[in-house]
């Protein structure tokens, strides 16, 4: 590979692996239910077909059952709000059987007790409806729909995804329409069946289809939607480089025929697919090229390992999201990309949900498991197995990961079988790790202040862990370094903490300008050094890139010092890395207001890089909301040219000014349309939205995003007929989305004689969410 793309998220991608008719694998994988279930799933075949003018999904769904008790007479079936069209019962023992729909549920209902040994088929037949089960982009009967695909509850299952079974899917697409699924798959008189190569679980099963066009470059094939272009060369390198590293890492060539690409709009909305893994269409704004270019490894890298690896029951995900993120780590350093700053983003994204939310990643209470994605685990997991590998050596974790594929690809993982292949002799120092990283939640919090002993004769650092939340231990066990500055070169030594208090003696008798801990940031956890101000400039200016990094954030703790404007002016002028750059400024924006402040952040708005000028324009709006710094704001939206800094720039100018600028920023054109979404919102705050700007911003030839965006200003604008028609007509518009935002909007504008028209709408509607909202504004209209 000859370079990393500069933006390697530039797509918005599912890959899917599929295995070559010749392959097989037959699996016997435990399978386990929730308490308050009476029947396990053994296996299930689904046959759909798409329904191109009715926009629908026609289903079959064959489930082969088992009781888990000798007295089972009853159980009930969720349908998903699916439109059932008939059932069907096959009992083991040709006992008398009934099915009905209640509610929600179909009740199957027996003579004699269900069998806890042979199968009983339960068939049912139903209807799945754009938005209810179904995703939809654009209108499929339109000739350039893009494509259409399952949601997680597309299938009546028990809300239980934590069960895995054998399943088989075949799909009946209309002519002209390709489809891609997860496993093995074959084609026969237009019917395409997909064998997953192993026990699959709920949210593992499912589909999407369109009218892509399909290139082949080695082992992969690109399915391209309608108004898409062939990804970059950098992104298909990218691709094409981690699939190789991923095979030569870990030592294992599974026996795929390909791997499934799908390239879809940039408007295409985020969606979680089943069995799926997605990308962003495009990068995150102000997001570094190095965390683009991770996202998009770990997300190959994932889809490699949900493939290869079976984790036992949905509770020990974990192990796919962390092995696939350590890959993709290893990954970037082979490549000559310094992982500290990605390692440190990852910690910095976890700790941010970590604030509100803490969890084991073994974990079996989720609220809605059915909708897991996991974010959670795709943090944290890669962090605690790259302190795994710093832990034993990297040559030890991946001899043990590739032992870890050989003896289980395809097969059920979870923690006690890595633990067990990493420490097999026994619980060690690995295990004291999971113990508390894994099975237990949260990270160590540490306090380190400054001991000088008696006389003054030696001096030590005083070390505290802190930690105090439901689940999460009172002592972490670490194995890392202890730095210090006894003048201007730093000092290091080995330390082991395993008690909640401790105190190590520093090899020099003179006291320290800073004490650290892992330097390296080889470990997740969250530092207060009871130091001065003196100590954190000193850690700004020798420290490590981890040092430096949780020395800018601790910069706002300063407020009242006098000598604060001069330390982050200094930190500024030495610091050559952009993000700890942007870091010191967003520390910067959090002191008090003053003069020298406000210079100081209008000075970064020329920095070279968008991180910096955007953490200036933030800090600039949270120290002056109230326009103060206006002159500042708008020079950078004339001059700007990263759409998010530029929106909000239009976004931050305060009073008379105000108006001006969001009218210019109506008119220019930028990624997303954020300026000119910015300029509407402006306009809408201020009560200076008219008719006029909200014709002229509906017009149905315009982009579908920008369109949505001045509908949500709807509540501003003085209602008068010529809005209602254009309301009334963008409720026709082919994207649901449109249609969707339109009808959410009308609440505001529609009068009471727009009922009628609103009714036949709603018969007409397909998208079973606009149906709802046209329902509910129907409803609203007449009462």
């Known amino acids: 590979m000859s370079g990393l793309p500069s933006k390697a998220g530039a797509l918005l991608a599912s890959l899917l692996l599929s295995l070559p008719a010749q392959a097989q694998f037959v699996f016997d994988a435990p399978v ?79 003579s004699e007790p269900l069998s806890t040994a042979s199968p009983t088929t339960i068939s049912i037949f139903f209807r799945q409806q754009a938005g209810r089960g179904m995703g939809v982009h654009g209108d499929p009967a339109h000739k350039n729909a893009c494509c259409v695909w399952t949601e997680r509850a597309w299938l009546p299952l028990p809300d239980d995804p934590g069960e895995r079974f054998q399943a088989r899917l075949s799909v009946e697409a209309p002519a002209g329409w390709s489809v891609v699924a997860g496993g093995r798959r074959t084609e026969r008189d237009g019917v395409v069946q997909f064998v997953p190569a192993r026990s699959v679980r709920v949210q593992d099963l499912g589909l999407v289809a369109g009218r892509f066009d399909t290139i082949r470059a080695g082992i992969v094939r690109y399915h391209l939607a309608a108004d898409t272009e062939p990804l970059e060369d950098s992104d298909t390198e990218l691709i094409d480089s981690v699939l190789e590293y991923v095979e030569r890492k870990s030592g294992y060539r599974p026996p795929w025929d390909s791997v499934d690409v799908v390239v879809l709009p940039p408007t295409v909305p985020a969606i979680t697919w089943p069995g799926v893994q997605t990308l962003r269409s495009t990068h995150s704004q102000g997001q570094p090229p190095e965390l683009d270019t991770y996202h998009l490894a770990a997300s190959v890298a994932r889809q490699w390992t949900h493939g290869v690896l079976a984790p036992d029951w949905w509770t020990e995900a974990w192990v796919n999201d962390g092995l696939a993120g350590a890959l993709a780590l290893t990954f970037l350093e082979e490549e000559g990309v310094s992982v500290e700053r990605v390692r440190a983003l990852l910690a910095d994204m976890y700790f941010e949900e970590a604030d509100s ?218 610091e050559a890395d952009a993000w700890i750059r942007a870091r010191i400024v967003r520390s910067l924006g959090r002191l008090h207001p003053s003069p020298a402040h406000q210079q100081l952040l209008a000075d970064q708005l020329a920095d070279e890089s968008p991180e910096v000028r955007l953490a200036a324009a933030e800090g600039l709006l949270r120290m002056y909301p109230d326009g103060t710094a206006n002159d500042a704001f708008d020079a950078l939206a ?130 079973g969410k606009v149906a709802d909202a046209l329902a509910a504004l129907a409803t609203l209209l007449s009462s």
């Open 638 to 767: 004339r001059r700007e040219t990263e759409a998010h800094i530029q929106a909000l720039a239009v976004a931050s100018v305060q009073g008379e000014e105000a108006e001006a600028l969001a009218r210019s920023a109506l008119i220019t054109p930028s990624e997303g349309d954020l300026v000119r979404g910015a300029g509407i919102e402006v306009l809408a705050g201020l009560s200076r939205l008219t008719g006029d700007d909200f014709l002229e911003l509906t017009d149905p030839d315009l982009s579908a995003s920008l369109i949505i965006q001045a509908l949500a200003s709807a509540n501003s604008v003085e209602t008068a007929r010529p809005l209602r028609m254009r309301v009334l007509a963008l409720m026709a518009h082919p994207d649901p989305r449109v249609r969707l935002a339109s009808a959410q909007a009308a609440q505001s504008i529609l009068i009471p004689g727009n009922l009628s028209s609103v009714q036949r709408l709603a018969e007409e509607e397909w998208h």
């Open 32 to 110: 386990r239910a929730f308490p308050d279930r009476v029947v396990d799933i053994r296996d299930v075949r689904v046959q759909a077909r798409l329904l191109n003018e009715d926009r629908q999904l026609a289903v079959q769904m064959n489930a082969e059952v088992v009781a888990r008790t000798g007295n089972v007479l009853q159980f009930t079936w969720p349908t998903h709000r699916g439109m059932v069209d008939s059932l069907r019962v096959e009992a083991a023992r040709g006992d008398t059987a009934l099915a009905v729909v209640r509610g929600d549920s179909v009740v199957f209902s027996f």
């Open 357 to 574: 939310y803490q969890r084991p990643l073994v974990w079996d209470r989720y609220f809605d498991p059915a909708n897991l994605d996991d974010q959670h685990a795709r943090y944290k997991g890669p962090l605690v197995l790259q302190t795994v590998s710093a832990l034993v050596g990297p040559s030890v974790f991946w001899a043990t990961m590739r032992r870890l594929l050989a003896r289980h690809a395809f097969g059920s993982v979870d923690s006690d079988v890595l633990l067990a292949l990493l420490e097999p002799d026994g619980p060690g120092s690995i295990s004291r790790l999971f113990d508390a990283y894994v099975f237990a939640a949260g990270h160590p919090e540490i306090t380190i202040s400054p001991e000088v002993g008696q006389g003054g004769e030696e001096a030590r650092a005083a070390i505290t862990q802190t930690q105090d939340r439901p689940l999460v231990p009172g002592v972490f066990p670490l194995d890392t370094e202890l730095e210090w500055l006894p003048f201007n070169q730093p000092e290091r030594r080995g330390i082991s903490l395993g008690d909640r208090e401790e105190t190590f003696v520093l090899t020099s008798a003179l006291p320290p300008r800073y004490v650290t801990i892992d330097p390296d940031g080889h470990h997740l956890l969250r530092i207060n050094h009871a130091f001065d101000l003196s100590a954190v400039s000193s850690r700004l200016r020798y420290g490590s890139f981890a040092t430096r990094w949780r020395a800018a954030d601790e910069l706002a703790g300063f407020p009242d010092d006098p000598a604060i404007t001069l330390t982050v002016r200094l930190a500024l002028q030495s």
